[in-house]
């Protein structure tokens, strides 16, 4: 410990001393932060601006440093040792953090006479490096303390891990979430009431059941929450079929079929409701044709609730298969095996021994297709109509409608927030506190039993026609790239692409004159830095949910949902509330639109972690500890590889919906950080459709070149030698 | 300890490469076309050497923006939009005047710069109208409306699309238009009839008439300026300007206030209101009216003279408790149950 806690003490030290504290205008790399820090008080050093600028509020970090080395050189007493630098760290900790919330630009905003006295009173810029550093190496140097103090698990690894994960989830999902969530309690007159609260949110404007009454039409809390659950059930259905056939059969067309199962999750927002319009709109060509054969009526059922749930099927299916096929191939062979040597059939051992086992599959496929359906916000907009209203659309027009509302905006993201509450505890209780772990590292077969007929049959009739009309979406949505104007005049150019995309030779070299560029590499830069960011962060709290036990265990796993719940709108002005002002400003960065990501994206490498995790028998982790690796060891050696699956997933999510997500980035997009989705939505809007869906299939065939790279660079986990399927019996 | 090292050294590079430049730039928030934003950025950047950084975002989500970003704005000027949220913006103090001389401008783009004492100019202005599908009213045998009053007509039944004033801005002004032109009790006497006819009330205010191009609707009501543009680009709409007379929506350039690039800025909205930049809309397919009386206006535009266009009163129609009271009132009779 003492090395560990040595260790960060000189990074803090070196952070507190050297580096810059705020961020400044000329950014870190501009490096004005070395000559400016004799002449002005904002570029410098903590150290320096106390010192030759009369910043003496920043003195916290400082002497927890000094305080915590004195302990580190005199007490002796190792656990003694460690409670001290404990209760230092932790107090140095809170000070930092209290003197950045309560200086702002402004000066104090609270304890005004303590931090007047300290020189306050003009005011600060918000953390920069220097700040960062300092922050961090306080909070390991806690954690570290922490783990030898007698308490927790007396591993320093999974404390600081821990104590890594609560501080980001509190920064950056809670701290914002905070400041919008607070209007809730609001009534209009500005004060605060909790009672209106409570009516507000069982308002029966939110939650009338007149649809299923037969009596007018639902609530959008009502409508919302049918329509996420049934959603959710067939994404799990269709998603399960599709990994059953690709695990368990010889089905002969499974490279294409994988590609049509992962596309849905790669296609911009707009675009599927879109193709489904021109398929199934009173004009559509679907529409025409069944007119023509059956002589239907052309009617406008694809507005309304109808619509809404085909779109968010085609689009959230491939989430649930991406979470269940590591479990389906994940199951041991030696389980089924068993089953049969009981004299069980096909459909019998299916039944029984590899339908439960799956699960925690199945339970966290479920809960991400319901949760992606409440907070979807592209798709309901489309397709919804004039009367299918569902809370994430009335949350942003709440937000960005004739009359802004925010009190009534907080309230119905609560309504949301309720329903995630309650699925998320549904959901545990279905899986239960059985054991699911198949994959044990003792030796078997390899050979899956083969499915019986049935279910064969089953999984063909489910998936075949789904892959067929995701295929005839995608054609539609092709075709409407390269026609002049797609649903009226279908005559064949390039114009769309070459607009988005030109490259033209002039006397300096090629030079890139689509007007698409820009945004096209901002978006890539980005969802390249934040997709390894949030897989490393999803399935950090993967491992410590499924493998540590601690204190408030329950509420953390909850915490780690709560950003992915929030619709996008409510994220993204309550980011900008959060992060426009000191301490944390952020805003008009490329940051912020990377953190945004990650947070909202995590709760998928959470998932997709948790499910593929609880399979591997907790024997292994054991095993490798006994042979004296720690934590981190067993976690790179053992785990890793076990988890190669689930990292892809998460990896292929996180890129993926870094580039297709629109309603958060559409707040904290700037002039300099433009990113595809608001490019395409911005011509949508203007009715440009051609080099909207021109962008969208440069940007579908960006995101399957990645994502077959990917695949390639992570591999096949190796469960067993080969993995075969048994004949039929 | 490795793996909590690489943890901390990704956040730290993260942390250190934040930083961003303001300074001596000028950060604009259009909120009209696409290529109207980006043309009018590149003729403002060779003019007057400033960079522009320029990002499109809807009024809607714009006003939201501005108001989160109050005290510390990141946006120097927002160009573009319809006027009422620019008013709302300068009711709620949260632009200021620029100063800029608006004697070249007409009458209705001076008057938006007098009712917020000078916090937002009119740049340009925009029709309300009636588009309809050739091809499906012909198909149907419906004859086109001319006037309001048509629409309440039974032959319309389950074609006419327009947006819910709510959500958007467009349905807003037809709102008070009808109001403006009927009086309150008949004009929502007469929305009620219309009503019967309304297939959808959309949330945004340009997807009816995107709609009707495309048949999904045979009756849109809207903006004319969106309408001209879909008819450019090749769908059988005709548009319409109602025989009672109709409103318009007047656009606004406002200065954010605390804005940390004001000259720049100030500059930006003296050149968008200038004659030479107003006259170059149509190289990117803008129709509707500029508002310097020297700008050439295009062909294209709904030529103010032939339409009867209302005196729109912004000052009241654009006023908070006007807009509350008559969005409960439409909330309570026209809306569908």
Request: aromatic share 12%; hydrophobic share 50%.
């Amino acid at each position: 410990m003492t090395r560990t806690v040595t260790m960060w003490l000189l990074i803090g030290l070196f952070g507190f001393v050297l580096t810059p504290w705020y961020m400044t205008d000329a950014g870190f790399w501009g490096f004005s932060w070395i000559s400016g820090v004799a002449s002005d008080g904002e570029s410098g050093s903590a150290f320096f601006l106390m010192l030759l600028h009369g910043r003496a509020w920043l003195f916290p970090p400082l002497i927890a440093f000094a305080l915590s080395g004195v302990a580190l050189l005199l007490i002796k007493n190792p656990v003694q040792k460690a409670r001290v630098i404990v209760g230092i760290t932790g107090v140095g900790l809170l000070f930092t953090m209290m003197q950045g919330l309560a200086i702002v630009r402004g000066g104090p905003r609270f304890f005004e006479s303590f931090y007047s006295t300290l020189g306050g009173v003009d005011g600060q810029l918000g953390f920069g490096a220097g700040a960062g550093i300092v922050l961090f190496s306080l909070l390991f140097m806690l954690t570290t303390a922490y783990s030898s103090a007698g308490k927790g698990s007396g591993d320093a690894f999974v404390v600081s891990l821990i104590g890594l994960i609560i501080a980001l989830v509190g920064v950056f999902v809670f701290y914002p979430v905070s400041h919008i969530l607070v209007n809730a309690f609001r009534v209009p007159g500005g004060e605060f009431s909790a009672t209106d609260f409570l009516t507000r949110l069982f308002s029966s404007e939110l939650w009338h059941i007149g649809c299923i009454t037969f009596s007018g039409s639902c609530g959008p809390a009502i409508n919302s929450l049918v329509l996420a659950i049934l959603t959710g059930a067939s994404t799990v259905l269709l998603g399960l079929a599709f990994a059953l056939i690709f695990t368990r059969t010889n089905f002969i067309a499974k490279p294409l079929l994988r590609v049509l199962t992962v596309i849905p999750i790669i296609t911009p927002p707009f675009v599927i409701g879109l193709a489904l319009i021109l398929l199934f709109g009173r004009t559509g060509s679907a529409t025409a044709l069944f007119a023509d054969l059956f002589g239907w009526e052309k009617t406008r059922w694809i507005y309304g609730f109808g619509g809404v749930y085909l779109a968010q099927v085609l689009s959230f299916t491939p989430i649930a298969f991406l979470v269940l096929i590591g479990v389906v191939e994940g199951i041991s062979p030696s389980m089924e095996e068993a089953s049969q040597t009981l004299d069980a059939n096909a459909w019998q051992t299916f039944r029984y021994v590899s339908f439960p086992l799956m699960r925690p599959g199945l339970a966290n496929a479920f809960l991400l297709g319901f949760i992606e359906s409440l907070a979807d916000f592209g798709n309901p907009l489309v397709l919804g109509g004039g009367r299918f209203n569902v809370l994430s659309t009335e949350i942003y027009f709440s937000i960005v409608g004739t009359v802004a509302d925010p009190a009534k905006a907080a309230i119905l993201a609560m309504a949301l927030l309720m329903l995630t509450l309650g699925a998320f505890l549904i959901q545990r209780k279905w899986v239960g506190t059985k054991s699911y772990a198949t994959v044990t590292g003792k030796a078997d077969s390899g050979q899956h039993a083969a499915l019986s007929r049935g279910v064969k049959f089953a999984a063909y009739t489910t998936a075949l026609p789904w892959a067929a009309f995701t295929a005839v979406v995608y054609s539609m949505i092709a075709f409407g790239s390269f026609v002049k104007l797609w649903g009226y005049d279908h005559t064949f150019t390039f114009e769309h692409y070459i607009r988005a995309f030109g490259i033209k030779h002039t006397d300096f070299g090629w030079k890139l004159k689509g007007v698409a560029w820009d945004s096209y590499f901002t978006t890539l830069e980005i969802a390249t830095i934040a997709a390894p960011l949030t897989a490393i962060v999803g399935l950090g709290t993967a491992y410590l949910l499924v493998r540590q036990n601690f204190f408030g265990k329950n509420a953390f796993e909850f915490s780690t949902m709560l950003s992915f719940a929030i619709p996008g709108t409510v994220i993204g002005v309550s980011y900008i509330l959060a992060f426009n002002f000191p301490p944390v400003e952020l805003t008009g960065t490329s940051i912020i639109l990377i953190i945004v990501f990650v947070f909202r994206n995590m709760p998928v490498g959470v998932r997709g972690g948790i499910a593929a995790m609880s399979q591997l028998d907790k024997s292994l982790d054991e095993a490798s500890i006994t042979l004296g690796a720690n934590s981190f060891t067993t976690v790179r050696r053992v785990i890793r590889p076990l988890m190669g699956p689930a990292i892809l997933a998460a990896l292929t999510y996180s890129f993926v919906r870094a580039i297709t997500s629109v309603s958060a980035v559409i707040f904290l997009v700037s002039a300099r950080h433009n990113m595809a989705t608001s490019f395409i939505v911005g011509r949508v809007e203007n009715g440009e459709f051609g080099i909207a869906i021109a962008y969208s299939a440069v940007l579908i065939f960006t995101m399957l070149f990645a994502i077959i790279l990917l695949q390639l660079l992570i591999g096949k986990r190796k469960l067993r030698r080969t993995d075969r399927v048994a004949k039929a019996h | 300890m490795k793996k909590k090292t690489l943890l901390s050294a990704v956040a730290l590079t993260a942390v250190l490469s934040a930083g961003s430049v303001y300074a001596g730039e000028l950060n604009v928030v259009c909120s009209n076309e696409q290529d109207w934003c980006d043309l009018m950025a590149g003729n403002f950047e060779d003019k007057t050497g400033h960079t522009v950084n320029m990002v499109r975002k809807s009024t809607g989500e714009t006003l939201a923006q501005v108001r989160a970003e109050a005290g510390n704005p990141k946006i120097d000027v927002w160009w573009g939009g319809t006027g009422d949220p620019h008013l709302i913006a300068a009711a709620e103090g949260l632009t200021q005047a620029s100063g800029v001389d608006t004697s070249d401008l007409l009458g209705w783009a001076q008057n938006l710069a007098t009712i917020s004492e000078g916090r937002t100019i009119g740049i340009h202005l925009g029709v309300l109208g009636v588009a309809y599908n050739r091809e499906i009213l012909e198909e149907k045998g419906i004859a086109p409306p001319a006037c309001w009053k048509d629409l309440t007509d039974p032959r319309f039944k389950g074609e006419i699309q327009v947006a819910n004033p709510n959500s958007s801005g467009t349905a807003y002004t037809e709102l008070a238009t009808v109001v403006q032109v009927f009086g309150e009790d008949d004009a929502f006497k007469l929305l009620i009839e219309i009503g019967k006819n309304v297939n959808s009330y959309t949330k945004s205010g340009s997807a009816p008439s995107k709609a009707a191009a495309r048949g999904e609707t045979g009756v849109s009501i809207g903006f004319e300026h969106d309408m001209v543009k879909l008819r450019r680009k090749g769908f059988p709409l005709e548009i319409v300007s109602p025989c009672e007379g109709t409103g318009y929506e007047v656009g606004g350039v406002s200065i954010i206030k605390g804005a940390k690039n004001f000259d720049a800025a100030k500059q930006w909205v003296e050149f968008v209101l200038s004659a030479e930049a107003q006259s170059a809309g149509p190289q990117v397919g803008v129709y509707n009216v500029p508002s310097n009386s020297n700008a050439t206006i295009p062909a294209e535009a709904p030529s103010v003279e032939s339409i009867k266009l209302i005196d729109y009163d912004f000052a009241t129609y654009g006023s908070t408790d006007t807009r509350a009271r008559l969005l409960a009132r439409w909330d309570s009779e026209v809306k569908p149950k």
